[in-house]
């Protein structure tokens, strides 16, 4: 079956501690995105990539850092200047951007901070 | 700055009956909407969508009114399930530019009673 895949499910951070959270999809998917999501709180994006090594900043990208290196594979860093690291972070893909295609969500990871 | 507003936190209604939801844009670029539905601690699924085109689309049970001079979309599920229960999350995105993203809502939560 094709998808997202998302992990861990779970992950804890003890301070000063970087983390990376995995994202892998064979959709065949040109982009991907990550997204933060706070209780209360809208789907926020990190950073997203429209192609293989390439990669934008979204409106919080601030303490996070990300790469694609394979088309399929696009994960996140939480490093230690991310203040505020306890968050349900999500995964998504899409065909090529620009084209109103929707996106398709991985089930997410939970970060939370020891 | 929130571009994409749903007002109403949470909305409970009666098996069988309509339940609608809400969102407000203020972003006039903003051309093609979305709804998306999420379960607590997985990643959100896609519903429906609309392009600016259009005024409305349906799909089974679940319908999306546009309404482009007030800014203002609504998705209305007829009739409601309590299997409906979940977030309901509502985005715009801007057609034709460079860097595509979505835009999220703050989500709303819907609980149908049996």
Known sequence: DGGITQSPKYLFRKEGQNVTLSCEQNLNHDAMYWYRQDPGQGLRLIYYSQIVNDFQKGDIAEGYSVSREKKESFPLTVTSAQKNPTAFYLCASSIPPGLNEKLFFGSGTQLSVL | ?114
């Open chain 2, 1 to 114: 700055d929130q571009q994409v507003k749903q007002n109403s936190p949470s909305l409970s209604v009666q098996e069988g009956r309509i339940s609608i939801l809400n969102c407000d844009y203020t972003n006039s670029m903003f051309d093609y909407f979305l709804w998306y539905k999420k379960y607590p601690a997985e990643g959100p699924t896609f519903l429906i969508s609309i392009s600016s085109i259009k005024d409305k689309n349906e799909d089974g049970r679940f319908t999306v009114f546009l309404n482009k001079s007030a800014k203002h979309l609504s998705l209305h599920i007829v009739p409601s399930q309590p299997g409906d229960s979940a977030v309901y999350f509502c985005a715009a995105s801007q057609s034709g530019g460079s860097n595509y993203k979505l835009t999220f809502g703050k989500g709303t939560l819907l609980t149908v009673n049996p």
